[in-house]
């Protein structure tokens, strides 16, 4: 069996590229600066799907992103969780959280409507969330 993507991650996010392990992504929502991994192998729903040496390697890449997003938007603080409550496929969510922000100090889930990026705006985090991690 092969990896696919869920198709609701895939119509809600931009893909900035892949890590030995993920595959990284952009959600599509301007209030939060809100990247999703997704361990690329086949029927994962859980962390302990992945073997002892898998599970270190995604903690390995959540670190590096976790990185990434704190240098290129310097939030207040990170959220880190794997919910997999709608969409069942193991994906971790890393999400920059600001005080102040809509959902503060609450859950971002459920919290108002998306709002989805200016095609600039996106291309400016894409880039430089993409530099970042070395995928460009």
């Not at 880190?80 to 600001?98: D, E, P, S, T």
């Not at 971002?108 to 409507?113: A, I, Q, R």
């Given at each position: ?26 959600m599509n929502d301007a209030r939060y600066p809100w990247v999703i991994l997704v ?95 070395n995928l460009v």
């Amino acid at each position: 069996m092969t990896f696919s993507l869920d198709p609701r991650l895939a119509a809600d996010t931009y893909h900035l590229g892949n890590l030995p392990l993920c595959r990284v992504l952009l959600m599509n929502d301007a209030r939060y600066p809100w990247v999703i991994l997704v361990p690329r192998k086949p029927d994962l729903r859980e962390f302990i799907d992945l073997d002892a040496a898998t599970r270190h390697i995604l903690m390995d890449e959540i670190a590096l992103v976790s990185q990434a997003v704190q240098a290129s938007v310097r939030p207040t603080k990170l959220n880190v969780a794997a919910l997999g409550n709608v969409v069942a496929q193991l994906h971790i969510h890393i999400v920059a959280r600001f005080e102040g922000d809509e959902a503060w100090p609450g859950p971002v889930w459920g919290k108002g409507e998306r709002r989805p990026y200016d095609a600039d705006a996106a291309q400016k985090l894409n880039l430089d969330l993409s530099r970042a991690l070395n995928l460009v």
